[in-house]
């Protein structure tokens, strides 16, 4: 296929009120220096950390797409920021699916905001199941998917089994399927291998969701961004809020970018532990499955999860309950913490288990 005609397929997946949209205008879109007159801002300056507060930030986010440019090796253009992934999940409802004639599919098990934020903009939601593994099987997916569906949404690593979804399989379903495939791969940085942000240049259908909060060690900043086609990043430009990311959190998502010795570092360290959870873990007789992890966290299953669960958070320690999701009964998801944090959480799950 030739990338005009990719082009116009993929046009024809935009929603047709969003292709006529003409986006609100906003005063910093040109000029963020000089005589600035024209915002009704504050002309005093004020400063928080040495950024000045009293001028809107910039509209279109150029320095940190500049940074994430950098990082990760594509144009500036493929790039698009938002107070955390959840910011980008509804900019891909908001482009792509129309209330009552769209639908959207989930590989389960997985994140839930895929789900609730397709119930919060009226899209019906389809459940499409992971194999015995947790894999995607991109032949079932295209023999079972519904007609009405125009978005896939899969997460490798996954979260909460951790595993990484076989990526032939995720971009199969790119090729041959033609709708929008998003991949949310906000814990790929704990991975061996995965990262396939540079399948965008081939595949301009998929979506690829990053995040600071993970890897980079900052949940607090709320910055996620998606890597895409320039034309998909064009329209998500278009619905965003025009200042939707203040100035102190691209400066500092610029400054944690720009620190990649300490991202590896923190990195290593994280899956060091993970490997010695997931050892000591597998050597307690009341733990009858450890699922391999690619994450910062480890899904395992116990006799009577809830209940140790309960007696954890008793203690101040606090894990995840996943034995409601379908296929994960008695499942316990525990995020790598330091290794004084995970001491501590072993000796007490040794005790309760063996209580148990």
Not at 89 to 110: R, Y
Not at 259 to 279: F, H, L, M, T, Y
Request: glycine residues 6%.
């Amino acid at each position: 296929m030739s990338a005009k005609s990719a082009k116009a397929e993929l046009t024809a997946l935009i929603r047709p009120n969003i292709l006529d949209l003409e986006p609100y205008h906003c005063a910093r879109e040109k000029v963020l220096e000089g005589v600035l007159l024209d915002a009704n801002e504050n002309p005093f300056r004020h400063e928080a950390d040495g950024i000045q507060m009293n001028r809107y930030p910039d509209p279109f986010q150029r320095k940190v797409r500049a940074a994430l440019s950098s990082v990760i090796g594509l144009p500036s253009e493929c790039f698009a920021a938002g107070a955390g992934s959840d910011e980008v999940l509804e900019w891909i409802f908001k482009v792509f699916c129309q209330p009552g004639i769209d639908s959207v599919v989930t590989a389960e098990p997985t994140y839930g905001m895929y789900q609730v934020t397709a119930q919060i903009f009226g899209v019906q939601r389809h459940l499409f199941r992971l194999d015995s593994r947790f894999q995607f099987r991109a032949s079932d997916f295209l023999r079972d998917v519904p007609s009405s569906a125009k978005v896939l949404f899969v997460c490798s690593p996954n979260n909460p089994t951790g595993n990484l979804l076989e990526a032939d399989e995720v971009l199969r379903v790119c090729r041959e399927w033609g709708k929008i495939v998003v991949l949310d791969q906000a814990y790929v940085d704990f991975s061996r291998e995965g990262d396939l942000s540079s399948e965008i240049l081939r595949n301009p259908n998929l979506i690829v969701l990053r995040t600071l909060s993970k890897a980079y060690g900052r949940a607090a900043l709320r910055f996620g961004y998606a890597i895409a086609d320039p034309l998909v990043i064009s329209f998500f430009m278009k619905v965003k809020a025009p200042y939707n990311l203040n100035s102190i959190t691209m400066e500092h998502a610029c400054v944690a970018l720009a620190d990649q010795e300490n991202k590896r570092d923190e990195v290593r360290r994280i899956c060091a532990e993970r490997e010695r959870v997931v050892q000591r873990l597998s050597q307690m007789a009341a733990v009858t499955e450890v699922f391999p992890s690619e994450a910062n966290f480890v899904l395992f299953r116990c006799r009577g999860a809830a209940p140790v669960v309960d007696q954890l958070f008793s203690q101040g320690i606090v894990v995840r309950d996943r034995s409601s999701i379908p296929g994960l009964a008695d499942c316990i998801r525990i995020t790598i913490g330091t290794p004084e944090e995970n001491d501590l959480l072993l000796r007490e799950l040794d005790s309760l288990l063996k209580e148990g």
